[in-house]
Nanobody, 125 residues
Framework: QVQLVESGGGLVQAGGSLRLSCAAS????????MGWFRQAPGQEREFVAA????????RYADSVKGRFTISRDNAKNMVYLQMNSLKPEDTAVYYC??????????????????WGQGTQVTVSS
């Protein structure tokens, strides 16, 4: 069982930066590949980024590539999403998720076993 709690969301102007954090409970955190998803009002939840178990591999949605960076610290049971050059279209609730599968990097929600409650990110123009 893994419990996830996101933090770090807020209101920022276009072009600004935010760093989201996701704290995970449990001593088996390093066995889970992790991902970030987001959901804008009236839209489906979409994949943002994923990271492998030790952090050596990452994957990004085309819409955030070059602007967002996912990282993890297994000693602290933490996952991060550094978001730079934010745009109004990045406005959404951001969720972190844990994937217990043998394959990391899935862009499908169904591959993720545990989810946080989400944190709101609002980018003003």
């Amino acid at each position: 069982q893994v419990q996830l709690v996101e933090s770090g969301g807020g209101l920022v102007q276009a072009g600004g930066s935010l760093r989201l954090s996701c704290a995970a409970s449990g001593r088996t955190f390093s066995r889970y590949a992790m991902g970030w998803f987001r959901q804008a009002p009236g839209q489906e939840r979409e994949f943002v980024a994923a990271i492998s178990w030790r952090g050596g591999n990452t994957r990004y949605a085309d819409s955030v590539k070059g602007r967002f960076t996912i990282s993890r610290d297994n000693a602290k049971n933490m996952v991060y999403l550094q978001m730079n050059s934010l745009k109004p279209e990045d406005t959404a609730v951001y969720y972190c998720a844990a994937n217990g599968d043998a394959v990391w990097g899935s862009v499908q929600e169904q591959s993720y076993d545990y989810w946080g409650q989400g944190t709101q990110v609002t980018v003003s123009s």
